[in-house]
């Protein structure tokens, strides 16, 4: 079964930077389109940043467009999130997802067919 795990979470203030991991269990994390969502208390899970299998192409929430950076390393089966710039409103729970069937990077939640337990980013002002 394949896993998903996140870390790299914690506490930052507005300004900092955090870069987020997902490791990937398994061999076959190479044909993944991977993605990070994020949920905010009292929201819906929304798009943050998505990657293809080969990490030529990448999506961004126009929200995240400039300080967010998603990169993968298919040889450690692992995808990143560097988060510059951070702001209050970046404070949620940030998921990584895998869309094993796809090709593109997608931004729809429905796409991704597994997805990590979640690391909290807290923004302080």
């Known amino acids: 079964q394949v896993l998903l795990v996140e870390s790299g979470g914690g506490l930052v203030q507005a300004g900092g930077s955090l870069r987020l991991s997902c490791a990937a269990s398994?061999?076959?994390?190479?044909?993944?389109?991977m993605g990070w969502f994020r949920q905010a208390p009292g929201k819906e899970r929304e798009f943050v940043a998505a990657i293809s299998r080969s990490g030529g192409s990448t999506n961004y929430a126009d929200s995240v467009k400039g300080r967010f950076t998603i990169s993968r390393d298919n040889a450690k089966n692992t995808v990143y999130l560097q988060m510059n710039s951070l702001k209050p409103e970046d404070t949620a729970v940030y998921y990584c997802?895998?869309?094993?069937?796809?090709?593109?990077?997608?931004?729809?939640?429905?796409?991704?067919?597994?997805w990590g337990q979640g690391t909290q980013v807290t923004v302080s002002s």
């Open positions: 398994g061999r076959t994390f190479i044909t993944y389109v």
């Open positions: 997802a895998a869309d094993r069937a796809g090709q593109g990077t997608t931004d729809q939640a429905y796409e991704y067919d597994l």
